[in-house]
């Protein structure tokens, strides 16, 4: 019973450091590609290492073991760099720093059960703004809960947001929360958010990775994939935001199982990727707007990332961008940098040539020294501040999509 216990406890991250280096040369490029492939280095920022590329920082983490190794390469290279989180066990447990004792909250991060309660609890007390329905099941069973929020009407655009996507983003979760609790709470009272509401609907899929983020609380806190069991590998889990078919398991994506980054047997091979492509599709006359919220880096992305080809729409999905960039940064002053990115088989670039034009994705708080642990505290203030930025595109697509 004993041995049973200690392998039930979630596994600790105790030692294990992140850094944050800055390449300048190819050469350096080079060199992290080779640690990473030695030392099983965990990238955060950017997702891949071969996304790492020379002027652009990259954060990654190092188990325990490798810490000492991976400094020492770092240092013998001349390469700059800092170490962000020193102890990253540590820097989570200060992550849970809220004192709120509720079983919900929307200051706190909230486990997949509370979220499930909470979706059924607020779709009730609110029939007339919103309704719950599930849109499929994942790998594991557990159903996927979608919520619709606005009033009744007829012929209405949509907006679908996402959250959850990569299991160990704790702060998209949060966010689908408080859009919806916002929604609520303001209607009839805000202007601009009654005649959002009255004019549009929001379909909101608070948590996507439903398996993947129960694990990360259960027991593997930085689980970014889905659960599903692959075929002759040992691994667990695909990358959902590299399982749709757009540029399918091209550039920064992988074909090995074991990475963070696997793309999948085939585009739409996981159940949860494959349920939001088929609602988007049943629902593609109305939807205008596809929005999946994701940590961290403070960015506000759009098509395209499977290629360097600008999207036909480019310099309106820019200009749009830039706007909510700007609404979002007037709150608090947080710097958000806007644009395409590189990643393959994104579950926007696979909404934009769905049909869907207005598709962005936003990378949250922070781009300083949290990364994946950020501060329960924190919660307020990057909701607050992301909200301004949704609501300027929802806005814009319901007067011009």
Known sequence: ASIAAASAEPRSFHGEKVFRVFPQTYAQVQLIKSLAEHAKLDFWVPDSVDLVEPGRSADFRAESHVVYDVQAMLEQSGMSYKIIIDDLQFALDKQRDSNIRAVHSYEKYNDLDTINAWSANIAAQ?????????????????????LKVGKNGANKKAVFIDCGIHAREWISPAFCQWFVKEAVNNYGSDAQFTNLLNNLDFYVLPVMNVDGYVYSWTTYRMWRKTLSVNKNSACMGTDLNRNFNAGWCTAGASTRAC??????????????????????????????????????????????????????????????????????TSLYGTKYTYGPDLAAGGSDDWAYDAGVKYSYTFELRDKQEYGFALPESQIKPTCEETMLAVKYIANYVLNNA
């Open 126 to 146: 609110n029939p007339s703004l919103v309704s719950r329905s599930q849109i499929g099941t994942s790998y594991q069973g557990r159903p996927l809960y979608l």
């Open 259 to 328: 990475d963070e980054t696997y793309c999948g047997t085939a585009p739409e091979s996981e159940k949860e990727a494959k349920a939001v492509a088929d609602f988007i599709r049943a629902n593609i006359d109305s939807i205008k707007a596809y929005l999946t919220i994701h940590s961290y880096g403070q960015m506000l992305l759009f098509p395209y990332s499977y290629t360097r080809t600008l999207s036909k729409d480019h310099k309106e999905l820019n200009t749009v961008a830039k706007d909510a960039v700007s609404a979002l």
